[in-house]
């Protein structure tokens, strides 16, 4: 009997391995400890369900975040707009479509509203030929005949209106009879009216088909004129009248990556994190299987049994983490197609998923898995059964050994990058550029990937460091294979956060061209003079000045503000001089006036003296070559009128209305809106260049967001005396995305650092429980905890950081000043002392319970 228990079993000579009856066995065996460990391997369930989820959510946000392809001209591939004031308009519209076929026809005519958003009545038929996908019925019925609008929601809330109300407008009364939006472009406001109703048209639109001759001879790209003709719309479209203007929807396009390679390179950037989590997982996995494969290798397995096991619990894991993680994705992408709708402006079809890219993503989770679990397999199958039993982990390879194929492969993905053209390729819609951006990517990944595991050898423990911090570095290090991975994937969070920070903190580059939102929730703007961008509209006169004077009061105090605050220019504007043209300031520089500065407790003795201009823009006050101007400088007489100058700038002198390097301070406290006074000329500048003030409106502050009842009150206000208002719009600034990038990588890298620490102290259970005997108390497990997580999260940020510039720097070299022009100096700061500091303050807080792994003794 004794010599039974230490002989294997014989195989048959037909089935060295024990046949099919060993396999089942073994595979039972493998489902049995998965679902008796199911605690101990929710972590890796969770970590591959949040990167399948990840994945499933952004393939949606890349997909549907472009507006549809049926913007600006539905089902049509031309558009053709004649003016309102073409004298015979009528004629030309049928001359139009008895030359060219069918047409739809859409007429806008301009309607005041009173802000500088102004609305359009629009005539057009809902089941037109090719406009229909320009329309949709949100809640009544269309318009069908003399005297009946349908409006946008955003139009009935401007005027305080619902269905079976009456619409006055400019001496007529509308029906209202239902709401209707436009699903292309979800900011379009219009008050749609039946066909023919628009009595004089500002614009007709006539949306039609390209003749079919036009792509073969004569038209855009065709092979009748190489060159082609100065404006392609008139061969395509011969004889149009003079004042007609062609679009073509082949010319349409803007500078952005294609949808396809936006979802293509976050499938790959998911999926690359699935793998890395995935390793992190099976490691750990393997390693507390190790005695139980000792024992199974004792009693007679053979070494693909062995492995069998470790496969058969991956498979198992993987597929119900990628279903799980399927399930997630979809709930979180279907919670937040409305918040994408608005933010995208246009209507999200929630069905409308890259569902080749999730299928992907489901089918390399459960893949990854599989092939994550089977490396670890085959390295315990090899381990003797004496030392399997021991449960001691395998000493690490040599560092250099480990170090070549990470160099190798990351430095491949940067010649890759370097190939990529750059911020200039970034407009193409795919070709070489997007796969050498996808393969560098992917490539530069894998190499840090690669890199990590040796890099966990930097954590020397030096004497002097508490006993706990030794501890926990020595583990770390012990155990490189599970905190290598673990490494790679908060290295990988803190790589894709830093990309996007950077990436959105290009529109920065140029100061000048400021971006964001043009007013905050608690502001409005009343104009005297039309704004800059606004609608046509005639400057007040002087008594209709006074008369919004007078009653401004009474507006503030229904909007519960602060007195307004007069707004007063000079003409005068900033640039930026250049080898090759100017970079002009956008927005209009405000004067300082001591009631302006007063508003935003500015004091006077805080600006320094000779100062010319006060700004809140970040870096402003250092940009080279800048230059105050005003009057005509750059404006010169022609038989035409004023002009303004486009190749050759005069000299830069005081007497032709420009200071050169005027001097600049930087003033935070002043607003940031685009429309804000966040620029300011100082009345030392104003009196010293004898310069002449105008008043451009008032400026309300209120102590909250205005209500939608009180922004009708100022667009009222504005409709009574022939102002115009301006409230907050919802634009999103660029600093808003690099912050939600910081903020998103952070939760990343805190969520892999919380599973991958637990799975590594777990490792270490035999190791506390000895700590403990000797007396070691909760504080030290609390240090040893916290100090596994700070260091995972410091060098983790450091090497994705390191791997995100260098990645910048390789694919953006021949713009590097627009790349790394203003990185917001903030959010690195964050990652780098802000992740480490949260993930060791987490370890230190839920760190203190004893484990019940070291109370008692495991049996495997």
Not at 164 to 176: F, I, K, Q, S
Not at 402 to 427: K, M, Q, R, S
Not at 517 to 545: D, E, H, K, R
Request: overall charge positive; proline content about 7%; some cysteine.
């Amino acid at each position: 009997m004794s010599t039974m228990l230490h002989q294997r079993p014989a195989a048959s000579a037909g089935t060295p391995n024990g046949g099919v009856p060993a396999r089942r066995a073994v595979f039972r065996w493998a489902i049995r400890l998965f679902r008796q460990e199911w605690r101990q391997q929710l972590l890796v369930l969770g970590m591959l369900a949040v990167a399948v989820a990840a994945t499933i959510w952004g393939a949606g946000v890349a997909t549907n975040t472009p507006p549809p392809p049926t913007a600006t001209y539905g089902t049509a591939n031309a558009m053709i707009a004649l003016p309102g004031s073409d004298p015979h308009l009528s004629a030309d519209i049928a001359a139009i479509q008895q030359k060219y076929g069918p047409i739809d026809l859409i007429e806008d005519q301009v309607v005041a509203s009173g802000t500088t958003q102004n609305i359009e009545l629009r005539a057009q038929d809902p089941a037109g030929r090719y406009g229909a996908p320009l329309l949709a019925l949100d809640s009544g019925r269309y318009p069908s005949g003399p005297g009946q609008a349908a409006l946008t929601s955003q139009v009935a809330s401007l005027y305080g209106l619902k269905t079976g109300d009456t619409w006055h407008e400019n001496g007529r009364a509308w029906l209202v009879t239902g709401i209707v939006s436009n699903p292309t472009d979800l900011l379009d406001e219009f008050a749609l009216v039946a066909p023919g109703q628009v009595s004089s048209p500002d614009q007709a639109t006539i949306l039609l088909d390209q003749p079919a001759s036009a792509s073969q001879d004569g038209g855009p790209g065709g092979p009748g004129s190489p060159a082609g003709p100065r404006d392609p719309g008139q061969s395509v479209f011969p004889g149009l009248p003079a004042s007609a203007s062609v679009s073509l929807a082949a010319q349409t396009g803007g500078a952005q990556l294609s949808p396809a390679t936006i979802v293509l390179v976050i499938a790959v950037l998911g999926l690359v994190f699935i793998g890395l989590v995935s390793v992190a997982g099976f490691s750990v996995m393997a390693q507390r299987r190790l005695r139980a494969l000792g024992m199974l290798s004792a009693i007679g397995a053979t070494e693909r049994n062995l492995r069998l096991v470790m496969i058969s619990g991956g498979l198992a894991v993987g597929v119900a983490g990628a279903l799980a993680g399927a399930v997630l994705g979809l709930a979180a992408w279907f919670a937040y197609v409305p918040t994408l709708q608005r933010a995208s402006g246009h209507v999200v079809d929630a069905a409308n998923l890259p569902w080749w890219a999730l299928a992907l993503g489901v089918v390399f989770a459960a893949a990854t898995s599989l092939l994550a679990s089977s490396r670890p397999a085959r390295t315990m199958a090899a381990v003797p059964v004496v030392t399997a039993l021991s449960g001691r982990p395998a000493p690490p390879k040599a560092v250099h050994r480990a170090v070549a194929p990470g160099v190798i492969v990351f430095a491949v993905g940067i010649v890759c990058l370097a190939t990529a053209d750059g911020l200039a390729g970034a407009g193409g819609s795919g070709g070489a550029p997007a796969l050498h951006l996808v393969g560098g990517l992917l490539a530069v990944i894998i190499g840090i990937v690669l890199l990590a595991p040796p890099a966990i050898s930097l954590l020397r423990a030096s004497p002097r460091l508490p006993v706990a911090i030794r501890i926990a570095l020595r583990d770390l290090v012990r155990y490189r294979a599970r905190s290598g991975a673990a490494l790679a994937a908060v290295t990988f969070a803190a790589f894709l956060a830093t990309g996007i920070s950077v990436i959105a903190s290009i529109q920065f580059e140029n100061v000048l061209a400021w971006t964001g939102p043009n007013l905050a929730g608690s502001q409005v703007i009343v104009y005297a003079l039309p704004p800059q961008g606004g609608p046509n509209a005639t400057p007040l006169g002087s008594a209709q000045i006074a008369d919004v004077s007078r009653h401004l009061g009474g507006l503030a105090a229904r909007l519960h503000a602060r007195p307004a605050v007069a707004l007063e220019s000079t003409g005068a504007t900033l640039h930026q001089a250049g080898a090759q043209a100017h970079k002009d300031f956008t927005g209009t520089v405000y004067v300082a006036t001591p009631q302006l500065l007063a508003a935003y407790g500015i004091k006077v003795g805080q600006i320094a003296p000779g100062t010319d201009v006060l700004t809140m823009r970040p870096g402003m006050a250092s940009l080279p070559r800048m230059e105050l101007t005003w009057g005509n400088y750059g404006i010169q007489q022609g038989p035409g009128g004023f002009t303004q100058k486009d190749r050759v700038l005069p000299s830069c002198t005081l007497s032709g209305g420009c200071l050169a390097s005027p001097v600049i301070q930087t003033v935070s406290s002043l607003p940031g809106g685009t429309s804000a006074p966040n620029t300011v000329i100082t009345e030392y500048a104003v009196r010293k260049y004898r310069l002449q003030t105008q008043l451009n409106g008032w400026l309300i502050q209120a102590p909250a967001p205005l209500t939608a009842a009180q922004l009708r009150t100022a667009r009222q206000f504005a409709l009574a005396y022939g102002a115009t208002v301006e409230t907050a719009s919802s634009s999103v600034g660029p600093g808003e995305i690099a912050d939600g990038a910081t903020a998103l990588g952070i939760v990343i890298a805190l969520g892999v650092l919380a599973m991958s620490v637990g799975l590594i102290r777990s490792e270490a259970a035999r190791d506390l429980r000895t700590l403990t005997a000797a007396g070691a108390s909760g504080a030290t497990r609390r240090m040893i905890t916290a100090a596994t997580a700070a260091a995972l999260g410091l060098l983790g940020t450091v090497l994705g950081m390191a791997g995100a510039v260098i990645a910048g720097l390789a694919w953006a070299r021949s713009s590097l000043s627009v790349m790394f022009g203003d990185v917001p100096v903030a959010d690195v700061l964050i990652l780098v002392i802000g992740l480490p500091l949260i993930a060791a303050a987490s370890g230190w807080l839920f760190a203190g319970r004893e484990p019940p792994a070291v109370a008692r003794q495991p049996i495997d």
